[in-house]
């Protein structure tokens, strides 16, 4: 069965510092996999996506993340963290069935970023 | 519509009272999901539609819970006899059809059971 696991609840930066947010998954089959942001009192936004080709994905905002697929990861990073980049990132791999793909998530690490 | 619509987005009811959640997909998306989440349970998937169909309810907690899908388009989702557990933000969420598509979220009904 497919699981998704995100190293650390909480993660704090400095502004201008890299952010590094792990994500670890399980699966038997190819995963598609995703990362969200959830700012407070909003809905989930898709930051980035893998699903076949380059392992290097960028998404929004100057995120990316690199499937690789002998450490079953998909870290995270941007190089410069942002005031407001502050907000709740998940992880998410894609459980494929029915025409279609569930997304399971992890727990979800929350983005601290102080001046 | 240009985005997933959800009603309403805050809902306060007394514990034993009926409520209806509705959702809204994207124009056009045959793929529907109902998430649920809590403080400190992150999100929890509660029900997959595919058309009109359900062919996952797994994720339903209990039999208090149900969702429909009419016309390949809106879904409510009912939960009976609220109980303060209860207590979440609903999301639901919509893609096309197809492997790897974008799955795409409303901005969540908040539900609070007194």
């Known amino acids: 069965a497919q699981s998704v696991t995100q190293l650390g609840s909480h993660v704090s930066v400095s502004e201008g510092a890299l952010v590094l947010l792990r994500c670890n998954y399980s699966?038997?089959?190819?995963?598609?996999l995703f990362w969200y942001v959830q700012y407070p009192n909003q809905g989930l936004q898709l930051l980035l996506k893998?699903?076949?080709?380059?392992?290097l994905v960028k998404g929004i905002n100057g995120f990316e993340a690199e499937f690789k697929k002998s450490e079953t990861s998909f870290h995270l990073t941007k190089p410069s963290a942002h005031m407001s980049d502050a907000a709740e990132y998940f992880c998410a791999v894609s459980v494929i069935y029915n025409q279609g793909g569930k997304l399971i998530f992890g727990q979800g690490t929350e983005l601290s970023v102080k001046p | 519509g240009a985005g997933v619509s959800q009603s309403p987005s805050n809902k306060v009811t007394e514990k034993g009272k009926d409520v209806e959640l509705r959702c809204d997909p994207i124009s056009g998306h045959t793929a529907l999901y109902w998430y649920r989440q809590s403080l400190g349970q992150g999100l929890e998937f509660l029900i997959y539609?595919?058309?009109?169909?359900?062919?996952?309810k797994s994720g339903l907690p209990s039999d208090r819970f149900s969702a429909e899908r009419t016309g390949g388009s809106v879904s409510t989702l009912t939960i009976q006899r609220t109980q303060q557990e209860d207590s979440a933000v609903y999301l639901c969420a919509s893609s096309p059809s197809g492997l790897g598509n974008t799955i795409y979220f409303g901005e969540g009904s908040w539900l609070t059971v007194v």
């Open positions: 893998y699903t076949t080709g380059a392992t």
């Open positions: 699966s038997s089959v190819p995963p598609y």
């Open positions: 539609f595919q058309g009109n169909s359900a062919p996952d």
